[in-house]
Protein backbone atom coordinates (compact mmCIF):
# COMPACT_ATOMS: atom_id res chain seq x y z
CA UNK A 1 0.00 0.00 0.00
CA UNK A 2 1.79 3.08 -1.16
CA UNK A 3 2.00 5.77 1.97
CA UNK A 4 3.11 9.32 1.71
CA UNK A 5 5.38 11.57 3.76
CA UNK A 6 5.38 15.26 3.82
CA UNK A 7 8.09 17.79 5.05
CA UNK A 8 9.25 21.16 4.25
CA UNK A 9 5.93 22.85 6.70
CA UNK A 10 7.41 25.87 9.01
CA UNK A 11 6.95 29.60 9.64
CA UNK A 12 6.69 31.80 7.02
CA UNK A 13 5.53 35.80 7.33
CA UNK A 14 2.40 37.17 5.61
CA UNK A 15 3.77 37.47 2.13
CA UNK A 16 6.49 35.00 2.12
CA UNK A 17 6.67 31.61 0.30
CA UNK A 18 6.89 27.51 1.47
CA UNK A 19 7.74 24.73 -0.57
CA UNK A 20 6.01 21.74 0.27
CA UNK A 21 7.51 18.54 -0.75
CA UNK A 22 5.59 14.78 -0.44
CA UNK A 23 7.41 11.03 -1.01
CA UNK A 24 5.65 8.27 -2.43
CA UNK A 25 6.27 5.04 -1.15
CA UNK A 26 6.18 3.07 -4.03
CA UNK A 27 6.30 3.56 -7.86
CA UNK A 28 2.60 3.12 -8.05
CA UNK A 29 2.48 6.88 -7.61
CA UNK A 30 3.34 7.31 -11.34
CA UNK A 31 0.16 6.31 -12.06
CA UNK A 32 -1.97 7.79 -9.39
CA UNK A 33 -3.64 11.95 -9.33
CA UNK A 34 -2.60 13.44 -6.61
CA UNK A 35 -3.82 16.33 -4.27
CA UNK A 36 -2.72 18.60 -1.57
CA UNK A 37 -4.73 18.81 1.37
CA UNK A 38 -5.03 21.37 4.69
CA UNK A 39 -6.86 21.16 7.76
CA UNK A 40 -7.21 23.11 10.64
CA UNK A 41 -8.80 22.53 13.79
CA UNK A 42 -11.85 24.88 13.10
CA UNK A 43 -12.45 23.05 9.64
CA UNK A 44 -12.65 20.00 7.80
CA UNK A 45 -9.74 18.39 5.67
CA UNK A 46 -9.83 20.51 1.75
CA UNK A 47 -8.21 20.17 -0.84
CA UNK A 48 -6.31 22.42 -2.11
CA UNK A 49 -4.77 21.68 -5.35
CA UNK A 50 -4.80 18.35 -7.46
CA UNK A 51 -2.48 16.96 -10.51
CA UNK A 52 -3.24 13.98 -12.85
CA UNK A 53 -0.21 11.64 -13.23
CA UNK A 54 0.46 13.22 -16.69
CA UNK A 55 0.45 16.84 -14.84
CA UNK A 56 -2.82 18.67 -15.38
CA UNK A 57 -3.35 21.15 -12.34
CA UNK A 58 -6.56 22.24 -10.29
CA UNK A 59 -6.68 24.75 -8.01
CA UNK A 60 -9.24 25.72 -5.46
CA UNK A 61 -10.31 29.29 -5.77
CA UNK A 62 -8.13 30.95 -2.76
CA UNK A 63 -5.00 28.96 -4.25
CA UNK A 64 -5.09 30.38 -7.75
CA UNK A 65 -2.33 32.43 -8.69
CA UNK A 66 -0.55 31.70 -5.70
CA UNK A 67 0.07 27.97 -4.93
CA UNK A 68 2.05 25.67 -8.10
CA UNK A 69 1.54 21.93 -7.56
CA UNK A 70 3.84 19.87 -9.48
CA UNK A 71 5.58 16.15 -9.45
CA UNK A 72 8.11 13.63 -9.93
CA UNK A 73 7.27 10.72 -11.57
CA UNK A 74 10.92 9.78 -11.45
CA UNK A 75 11.64 11.03 -7.85
CA UNK A 76 8.23 9.63 -6.39
CA UNK A 77 7.66 12.71 -4.91
CA UNK A 78 5.16 15.83 -5.89
CA UNK A 79 5.17 18.96 -4.15
CA UNK A 80 3.80 22.50 -3.55
CA UNK A 81 4.73 25.64 -4.03
CA UNK A 82 3.40 28.06 -1.91
CA UNK A 83 3.58 32.07 -2.78
CA UNK A 84 2.06 35.12 -0.79
CA UNK A 85 0.98 33.43 2.00
CA UNK A 86 -1.40 34.81 4.14
CA UNK A 87 -2.79 34.13 7.83
CA UNK A 88 -5.70 31.89 6.69
CA UNK A 89 -2.88 29.17 4.79
CA UNK A 90 -2.08 28.28 8.39
CA UNK A 91 -3.20 24.48 8.53
CA UNK A 92 -1.38 20.67 8.52
CA UNK A 93 -1.03 20.15 4.93
CA UNK A 94 -0.86 16.40 3.56
CA UNK A 95 -0.72 15.04 0.29
CA UNK A 96 -2.56 12.11 -1.03
CA UNK A 97 -3.81 10.18 -4.05
CA UNK A 98 -7.04 12.53 -5.52
CA UNK A 99 -9.11 11.58 -4.47
CA UNK A 100 -7.77 10.63 -1.18
CA UNK A 101 -7.73 7.34 0.15
CA UNK A 102 -8.30 6.61 4.29
CA UNK A 103 -5.33 4.80 4.60
CA UNK A 104 -2.99 7.06 2.45
CA UNK A 105 -3.12 9.97 5.28
CA UNK A 106 0.50 10.69 6.60
CA UNK A 107 1.54 12.52 9.76
CA UNK A 108 1.23 16.10 7.23
CA UNK A 109 3.65 19.23 7.63
CA UNK A 110 2.51 22.02 9.64
CA UNK A 111 2.63 26.31 8.08
CA UNK A 112 2.03 28.85 9.80
CA UNK A 113 1.59 31.98 8.44
CA UNK A 114 2.28 34.66 11.07
CA UNK A 115 4.34 38.04 11.83
Known amino acids: QVQFVESGGGLAQPGGSLRLSCTAS????????MGWYRQTPEKQRELVAS???????NYVHSAKGRFTISRDNVKNMVYLEMNGVNPEDTAVYYC?????????WGQGTQVTVSS
Open 96 to 104: NSFPSQDDR
Open 26 to 33: EAVFKLLP
Open 51 to 57: ITKDGDE
